[in-house]
């Protein structure tokens, strides 16, 4: 299964907001409303931020949402603080039944 | 405050083994499906295999199927990994992650990883 497609890197200041696209096919982000995001702080274990493409897990700030169109979906995150610079990967289930992530995206907060 | 600690990482030449384990605590670890997934050093991550709650189901990634094989045993609330063949491909920290009710896809719980070093 080949990797969702992602920016690699994004940037931002403080109090603006940023969108970072993940773009897959009609057998996995397309087919199902089964994507998630996921932010990684250097040598930490990955956390989940988005579900089901736009459910945030409690303790999540609501400055992270999530969205898909046809293909493609996406994170916004609003109000940029500088807590939020991370990697950010997208992740979807796929049609044959196996996971698949994004190549992942660097958010810098300039 | 559900946790999972890995164990079982270390060096490895190609060709050898390794079983990884995940200790699981803090929820009912035989209502979840569970994850491995890995990150390669400096790399992304990359979803490997995951287990029903009743060890009914199993799927893993191109990359591992037929050397990699994923276990659960509900009475000692622990997830395995045992990863036969390694080739210099595979080194990389591996996670274990529990899934949310929603779906096996969604991993909403990680442990801190464990490294696995595959070299000569």
């Known amino acids: 299964q080949s990797a969702l497609t992602q920016p690699a890197s994004v940037s931002g200041s403080p109090g603006q907001s940023i969108t970072i696209s993940c773009t897959g096919t009609s057998s996995d982000v397309g087919g199902y409303n089964y994507v998630s995001w996921y932010q990684q702080h250097p040598g930490k274990a990955p956390k989940l931020m988005i579900y089901?493409?736009?459910n945030r897990p409690s303790g999540v700030s609501n400055r992270f949402s999530g969205s898909k169109s046809g293909n493609t979906a996406s994170l916004t995150i609003s109000g940029l603080q500088a807590e939020d610079e991370a990697d950010y990967y997208c992740?979807?289930?796929?049609?044959?039944?196996?996971?698949?992530f994004g190549g992942g995206t660097k958010l810098t907060v300039l | 405050q559900v946790q999972l600690v890995e164990s079982g990482g270390g060096l490895v030449k190609p060709g050898g083994s390794l079983r990884l384990s995940c200790a699981a605590s803090?929820?009912?670890?035989?209502?979840?499906?569970m994850s491995w997934i890995r990150q390669a050093p400096g790399k992304g991550l990359e979803w490997v295999s995951y287990i029903s709650s009743s060890s009914s189901y199993t799927n893993y990634a191109d990359s591992v199927k037929g050397r990699f094989t994923i276990s659960r045993d509900n009475a000692k609330n622990s997830l395995y990994l045992q990863m036969n063949s390694l080739r210099a491909e595979d080194t990389a920290v591996y996670y274990c992650?529990?899934?949310?009710?929603?779906?096996?896809?969604?991993?909403?719980?990680w442990g801190q990883g464990t490294l696995v070093t595959v070299s000569s």
């Open positions: 992650a529990r899934a949310r009710a929603s779906g096996w896809s969604t991993f909403g719980s």
């Open positions: 992740s979807s289930y796929t049609s044959s039944g196996k996971g698949v």
């Open positions: 089901d493409v736009s």
């Open positions: 803090g929820f009912t670890f035989s209502d979840y499906y």
